[in-house]
């Protein structure tokens, strides 16, 4: 079955990091591109990062500087390492390979 499974979330405290891991079960190598969003409560999912197997990589406005997304087609993985966490980043994370494959999502929550 393939699947994506997140890890590396948890309750972190503001000015802090954490580094999210997206480990596929098929092969990722091929995929042009894969994705991190994330939803916070009583909020619409959105966009967070993409990296592309081409090293091109892009940011939503609200992590810039802060987060850095890589992947390892190696592991089939893609990570996110998130630096300087703000409260507002508390949200459960989601990676997306392509347009339609979707992990079930690791919370973080930044809080003192």
């Known amino acids: 079955q393939e699947q994506l499974v997140e890890s590396g979330g948890g309750l972190v405290q503001p000015g802090g990091s954490l580094r999210l891991s997206c480990e596929a079960s098929?092969?990722?190598?091929?995929?042009?591109?894969m994705y991190w969003f994330r939803q916070a409560p009583g909020k619409m999912r959105e966009y967070v990062a993409t990296?592309?197997?081409?090293?091109?990589?892009k940011y939503a406005d609200s992590v810039k500087g802060r987060f850095t997304i890589s992947r390892d087609n190696a592991k089939n993985t893609i990570y996110l390492q998130m630096n300087s966490l703000k409260p507002e980043d508390t949200a459960v994370y989601y990676c997306?390979?392509?347009?339609?494959?979707w992990g079930k999502g690791t919370l973080v929550t930044v809080s003192p």
């Open positions: 990296v592309t197997n081409s090293g091109y990589i």
């Open positions: 997306r390979m392509g347009l339609l494959m």
């Open positions: 098929v092969n990722i190598t091929s995929t042009r591109a």
